[in-house]
């Protein structure tokens, strides 16, 4: 069995136990003449049984924590990084750092290329973090 069909074949099997977790509420809670369990109670069942069920694969699976090395970190990042090159930008687009401060410029300039470079490495480790 391909990757492909086993995926088709798993989620056709996830679809068929969703189908039928309506009729099995309606069982477990019965009709209104003779009432079995309160929906609440059903409703919290099936939670705590699926989070059970899950942290029960995971274990068997022995999967890894995830990583705090989240793309939210690095959007906060990007967006320090434009924010300071646009900063630079607008201070060597001013005349008067040359007049004032020449010996500022190239601090500002070489900064400049340093954010681009870094901003660079950011934004693919954000993307690789997108495609995960």
Known sequence: MT????GFALGALGVLIFAMTLPMTRL??????A?????AFVTSGRGAVAG????L??????????????SLIHISLIEALEA???????TLA?????????????GLQARHARIEEE???ALERWEALGSR
């Open 52 to 55: 059970l069920l899950s942290l």
């Open 94 to 106: 001013d005349s008067a750092v040359y007049i004032k401060d020449p010996g500022r410029v190239g």
């Open 28 to 33: 477990a809670v019965g009709d209104t003449s």
């Open 35 to 39: 009432p079995q369990l309160t929906p």
């Open 3 to 6: 990757q492909a069909q086993r």
């Open 84 to 90: 300071e090159q646009q900063q630079i930008t607008q």
């Open 57 to 70: 694969y995971l274990l068997y699976v022995r999967a890894s924590w995830p990583r705090r090395d989240l």
């Open 119 to 121: 901003l660079l490495a």
